[in-house]
């Protein structure tokens, strides 16, 4: 099975920086795509950042400059640093894995973001 682990959330203040790091173990084979999601309270998750392996990089228009994806070409990890953060980026985050050997994707848990005003 693949499992997901998150880390690197936590509390800030405004304009202040946070890196978040996922790690995937188990059987992986064929990775698309990595990225980052996230859900706000009372809102629908929404994509942050995704990286499609030997393609491009999205980023959503309200973290474009602020934030950067990255991937350990040696590990199946893929990191998100967050600079100047706002209090609109508090959330929880979720790194996603898009493998070509499984129809659908795996989610992490989850790890919480919290920007103080």
């Known amino acids: 099975q693949v499992k997901l682990v998150e880390s690197g959330g936590g509390l800030v203040q405004t304009g202040g920086s946070l890196r978040l790091s996922c790690a995937a173990s188990g059987r992986i084979f064929g990775i698309n795509a990595m990225g980052w999601y996230r859900q706000a309270p009372g809102k629908q998750r929404e994509l942050v950042a995704r990286?499609?392996?030997?393609?491009?990089?999205t980023y959503a228009d309200s973290v474009k400059g602020r934030f950067t994806i990255s991937k350990d070409g040696a590990k199946n990890s893929v990191d998100l640093q967050m600079n100047s953060l706002k209090p609109e980026d508090t959330a929880v985050y979720y790194c996603?894995?898009?493998?070509?050997?499984?129809?659908?994707?795996?989610w992490g848990q989850g790890t919480q973001v919290t920007v103080s005003s």
């Open positions: 990286m499609i392996i030997g393609g491009s990089t």
């Open positions: 996603n894995l898009d493998l070509s050997s499984y129809s659908y994707d795996f």
